[in-house]
């Protein structure tokens, strides 16, 4: 499918708890001292006290041990798709924590790994033919050869979707996750790796169990057409990255707007896509940076844009307590809850998101539109559907700026933002 195409895909529809729904990020293994299901169960209500609505769940699986990675291995080499992790607990644990977290008004969503599985998953016997394989018939590491230098993923082996005893097999995995512990969907890890028709037909099935939420780690536009609800914004994890660099700042951020609007994204997505903007995740904190080494001062004014840009903004877990440090990968490294500095700043911010239906996600809201402040190092935007107006200004300078708006004369300090919504 062409991207002229995707962005042309008709209307889909999204489950209605999704419309005006944020997202957070469980790391089981670092969120409590114990790094089980049964502990992390008990920060349920203070999560959803916040105003969170969607949890994601990073693998739960077993991990496998055969070229593990480190000492407890990497979650996304799985070994059994539909057992869990013993180091998090039992299956019982996981289904009374979804129990426990449906009763407080939340929806799941399960870290799905389709690409490849772990060497000692029982299918590389069981299934060979299921597994990519290179000139002598052996099952070989994840190999990409593309880039500039050659990547190895070293614990993990690759599977061959042109196997139709994998698509059943898989797709039958991901709805034991639905049928038997009742999650509502997926996010999926390196969806663009695996075949869209194979989405395509796994979205027709599951929901044929319940309506899912489907959130593709990829920024690829037909994921969109009849799979995948939401996909990554790594064009706008971009700009803010540079600008906690100093080499970016309003200026870019309105470019990066008008692409949005009607450059090459507005091009490119359907209108009905959800994009998810974010400041960190996994990938972020462990190896590219904690947000005070990416953002620096500038990290709550871009975590301010996240939540207000059009879009379903995520918190990582740990970063309403202000995270400072990059979490170990593959081995224990519990989050520093410490007095939860930025849990105030985020609750606000989930409330307006929560409470404005400007500020829907997808179709359900309205689209930003860039204002003239006068300074180029303030960003200002509004949107506004019905008699619900978002208006949003952001310094994005280390110095304190003058600027107008809307006819008035205002100031904003080095790297603070006004908010006004009007409903």
């Known amino acids: 499918m062409s991207q002229a195409s995707a962005a042309a895909a008709p209307d889909m529809p ?20 114990e790094g089980t299901l049964r502990a992390f169960a008990a920060d349920l209500p203070r999560i959803r006290k916040m105003g969170v609505d969607i949890l994601w769940f990073m693998p739960l699986q077993p991990i496998g041990k055969k070229e593990r990675k480190g000492g407890l291995g990497s979650y996304y080499s799985i070994s059994d798709y539909t057992a869990v992790n013993p ?57 990409f050869l593309e880039g500039a230098e050659p990547e190895y993923w070293t614990d993990v082996v690759a599977l061959d979707y042109r196997s139709e005893g994998l698509r059943k097999a898989m797709i039958a995995a991901m709805a034991f996750w639905l049928k038997d ?26 929901d044929k169990i319940k309506p899912v939420f489907m959130l593709a780690e990829s920024d690829k536009p037909e994921l969109h057409r009849r799979a995948f609800d939401m996909s990554y914004s790594w064009d706008l994890a971009d700009v803010f990255k540079d600008i906690g660099k100093g080499k970016a700042g309003a200026r870019e951020m309105q470019a990066w707007l008008k692409a949005q609007n009607e450059g090459t994204a507005a091009k490119v997505y359907p209108g009905h896509a959800y994009r998810m903007r974010f400041t960190s995740n996994h990938d972020f904190n462990s190896w590219h940076g904690t947000d005070a080494e990416l953002y620096g001062d500038a990290y709550q004014a871009l ?14 877990g740990g970063q309403e307590a202000r995270l ?12 520093a809850w ?73 100031k904003l300090a080095p790297w603070r933002w006004a908010i006004a919504a009007k409903r």
């Open 14 to 33: 999204h489950v209605e708890w999704s419309r005006q729904a944020s997202i957070y990020q469980v790391n089981i293994r670092q969120h409590t001292k």
């Open 87 to 143: 180091e998090f607990g039992t299956l019982d644990d996981a289904k009374a924590m979804v129990k426990e977290a449906h009763a407080l008004g939340f929806k799941l969503i399960l870290d799905w790994v389709p690409n490849h599985t772990a060497w000692d998953h029982p299918w590389t016997t069981q299934h060979k033919d299921w597994y990519k394989l290179n000139d002598k018939g052996e099952i070989f590491p994840v190999t």
């Open 181 to 206: 512990v009742g999650l509502d969907g997926f996010r999926c890890d390196v969806a663009s790796l695996v075949p869209t028709d194979f989405w395509e037909r796994a979205r027709s099935e599951l």
């Open 303 to 316: 975590a301010v844009l996240s939540f207000t840009l059009p879009g379903m903004p995520l918190i990582y």
């Open 324 to 335: 400072g440090k990059r979490l170990a990968f593959f081995e224990k490294d519990q989050v």
């Open 338 to 410: 410490q007095n939860y500095e930025l849990q105030g700043f985020y609750t606000e911010l989930l409330a307006l998101k929560k409470n404005n239906p400007a500020l829907a996600n997808g179709q359900y809201g309205a689209k930003a539109e860039p204002l003239d402040t006068g300074n180029d190092k303030v960003f200002a935007f509004r949107r506004q559907q019905g008699g619900n107006v978002v208006t949003v200004a952001v310094n994005l300078s280390a110095a304190e700026q003058t600027y107008r708006l809307d006819g008035a004369i205002e």
